[in-house]
């Protein structure tokens, strides 16, 4: 914000609301002038802007997806293309776009040596499955296949007791 300040002989009387308005006008004229520098973040640009950005980017908003979720998409479709190839990579790309903690193994006795298995809790599948489905399509390894699996956690309780067993040995003779 510009900040007019004149000499003080003009800083009284009539040349206030002068002052006042050129202040306005000046701060309407910067507004203008920065607009374009806030469409270049995807969190805060107008969604014509957003889908110009995704377009660019190789994001597709689906039908069901939240604005903020989309935006975070976009903001962070390069980094997780580059992420995408590694273990920690998958996690960091889950933790950046809110789904959450997930377990990743690769070549699991049992199973064929191309399946991936991600571990992931019941909310977390019912709540982002259109989104799971997207992001293994998009920054998933080409020639495997992933398999989900759930993680339930369980609350278990055990009370330790002590026990003392007291014995005596007598022996009888005739």
Not at 11 to 17: D, H, Y
Not at 37 to 56: E, F
Not at 109 to 126: A, C, E, F, N, Y
């Amino acid at each position: 914000m510009i900040k007019l300040d004149l000499n003080f002989w003009f800083n009284q009387g009539q040349s206030i609301p002068l002052i006042k308005l050129c202040q306005k006008w000046w701060n309407n004229i910067e507004l203008g002038l920065r607009w374009p520098l806030t469409q270049l973040d995807p969190m805060t640009c107008t969604v014509g802007v957003l889908n110009m950005i995704a377009w660019q980017r190789d994001i597709d908003r689906f039908a069901t997806e939240p604005l903020w979720l989309y935006r975070a998409r976009v903001k962070y479709a390069h980094v997780n293309a580059r992420d995408a190839g590694s273990i920690i990579g998958i996690k960091n790309i889950f933790l950046r776009l809110g789904i959450g903690y997930v377990e990743v193994e690769e070549r699991v006795d049992g199973k064929d040596w191309d399946v991936i298995v991600l571990r992931l809790t019941d909310s977390q599948l019912g709540q982002n499955a259109e989104l799971l489905t997207i992001l293994i399509k998009q920054y998933g390894r080409t020639c495997r296949r992933y398999e989900f699996e759930t993680i339930n956690s369980v609350v278990v309780e055990l009370a330790t007791i002590e026990f003392d067993n007291s014995w005596s040995f007598d022996v009888a003779s005739f």
